[in-house]
């Protein structure tokens, strides 16, 4: 599993949230409280929206505690959205393709969870990604591959309904081939101006995810980064996160997501 961290909102520099706290992402990378694993240490990536309207991405396969470009880079850079993830591996290469997060066009996608049985679908789930979009395909990642299928789904128009027959149309090949190891995902999507967090698992397991709200933007995390609860709040599981930068964050429930799925 790994941690990650998202902010939408008025400009500031990455290193005041990905660096600087208490329990930053960088501090999280070797000492997380709440996934699976306490060391996320296979690659970190960041992904940043300043003057263009396509995202900025660096990605490297050194663990985020130890890596001094990005301490140097978080410094300087100031956005007003931007992702930022530490990777801990379910079982494909440590490589830079296969760190998180991937890019398409506008839109920046991360993950935390994992397809069960990946290994034993991997084959079928690719030949479900249309090859225009199969083409921008790098890594070898379940993530990758769930991010493809979505946008191949409509993910750009409609991000929860997309998202929700992507994850339904996995977990039917999951049944088909036997698979008993639950799908989980905790996941993030951005196109630099609307956010929309995931947060769904096939068993009721979902990992962590959490939100703070404020004047000056929003930041949705797997893990407080300022060591507390308190002030954030519990993304539900079954449920997703929407926020317009500028505008209030709309929690939705696992009902509106099959309805979503249905539609």
Known sequence: MCRFLAYSGEPVFLSDLVCAPTHSLVHQSLHADEGKTETNGDGFGIGWYAERPEPGVYRDISPAWSDEN???????????????????????ATARANCHPF????HLFMHNGQIGGYHRIKRRLEALIPDAYYDHRRGSTDSEAIFLLALANGLEEDPVGAMARTLK???????AANVCEPLRFTALLTDGETLTAYRWACD???PSLYFRDGPGGIVVVSEPIDGCREGWQVVP???????????????????????????
């Open 70 to 92: 990005l301490v140097n880079l978080c410094g300087q850079v100031r956005a007003r959205t931007f992702f930022a993830h530490v990777r801990a591996s379910t079982g494909t």
């Open 103 to 106: 890019a398409y066009g506008r």
């Open 169 to 175: 149309s996995i977990r039917e090949v999951m049944e």
């Open 204 to 206: 009721g397991r979902p």
């Open 237 to 263: 599981k079954g449920g997703t996160l929407r926020a317009r930068r500028g505008a209030p964050a709309l929690v939705q429930g696992p009902e509106a997501v099959r309805a979503r799925a249905a539609a």
